[in-house]
T-cell receptor
Framework: AQKVTQAQTEISVVEKEDVTLDCVYE???????LFWYKQPPSGELVFLIR??????QNEISGRYSWNFQKSTSSFNFTITASQVVDSAVYFC??????????????FGAGTRLAVHP | KAGVTQTPRYLIKTRGQQVTLSCSPI?????VSWYQQTPGQGLQFLFE???????NKGNFPGRFSGRQFSNSRSEMNVSTLELGDSALYLC????????????FGQGTRLTVV
């Protein structure tokens, strides 16, 4: 069955610390997509990254980086030199054809990140 | 380019009433999905529409329904509201709903009293 697990419910760091948010997924499909979204207090889910199952190359975008490892079914997200503006809830999500189509996102429970000055 | 627009932003309804929420997708996007977010259950998929047809449905009772119009705008309806329907309802749009990025609106916060 498809599932996304974000074991860290809440993380609290001091500004400029590096922080890694963990995401482990389960799927029987060989083709799937993984996403990270950020949800600030305003409520809107802000897209951060999409990865397909055939692309295990790690990605860096400014202070953000993502580590995708199919061998451990993980798609972890690291924020380098965290800032107060990074405070939000972060969601990892999976979409796969086996869920009735790629049009359905399966979300993890989210990790609430608090960055203190 | 305008983002996904959801109206209204906030709603307070009484148990037993019905409610309609609206979503205008990004121009050119034909897939619209709806999600319910609650503290207890997290983000859960409600349904997805493409070209005015429901393609996929989550595990919600029949009180939850939706539709999509020819301009891709979508509405969802909840009948016979229950206290447990209080939630943030999020709409997302994507080009074809085939694994592309789904862009979300700011949501409608529904409170049932």
């Amino acid at each position: 069955a498809q599932k996304v697990t974000q074991a860290q419910t809440e993380i609290s760091v001091v500004e400029k610390e590096d922080v890694t948010l963990d995401c482990v997924y389960e799927t029987r499909d060989t083709t799937y997509y993984l996403f990270w979204y950020k949800q600030p207090p305003s409520g809107e889910l802000v897209f951060l990254i999409r990865r397909n199952s055939f692309d295990e190359q790690n990605e860096i975008s400014g202070r953000y980086s993502w580590n995708f490892q199919k061998s451990t079914s993980s798609f972890n997200f690291t924020i380098t030199a965290s800032q107060v503006v990074d405070s939000a809830v972060y969601f990892c999500a999976l979409s796969e054809a086996g869920s009735g189509g790629y049009n359905k996102l399966i979300f993890g429970a989210g990790t609430r990140l608090a960055v203190h000055p | 380019k305008a983002g996904v627009t959801q109206t209204p932003r906030y709603l307070i309804k009484t148990r037993g009433q019905q409610v309609t929420l609206s979503c205008s997708p990004i121009s050119g996007h034909r897939s619209v999905s709806w999600y319910q977010q609650t503290p207890g259950q997290g983000l859960q998929f409600l349904f997805e529409y493409f070209s005015e047809t429901q393609r996929n449905k989550g595990n919600f009772p029949g009180r939850f329904s939706g539709r999509q119009f020819s301009n891709s705008r979508s509405e969802m309806n909840v009948s016979t509201l229950e206290l447990g329907d209080s939630a943030l309802y999020l709409c997302a749009s994507s080009l074809e709903g085939q694994g592309e990025v789904a862009f979300f609106g700011q949501g409608t916060r529904l409170t049932v009293v």
